[in-house]
């Protein structure tokens, strides 16, 4: 009998992914500052220019189906 693989796992290329990434957390994000009843949640706000944000302190692993 075999085992089926498991996931794959892989770092993010957050320079590929950084635009998807940024519009995941603001849709997050946004839900959250509804509830809340504010729009000054710093993660709305950010971005995924190379110098500044999300790239400036990600480091993340995503799962490959």
Do not use: F, K, N
Not at 27 to 35: P, V
Request: hydrophobic letters at 40%.
């Amino acid at each position: 009998s075999s085992i089926p693989a498991g996931p794959t796992w892989r770092r993010a290329d957050v320079d590929a992914d950084a635009d998807a990434i940024v519009a995941l957390q603001r849709a997050a994000y946004r839900g959250e500052a509804e509830l809340l009843g504010t729009d000054a949640l710093p993660p709305l706000t950010e971005t995924a220019a190379p110098d500044e944000g999300l790239r400036s302190r990600l480091r993340a692993l995503g799962y490959v189906d």
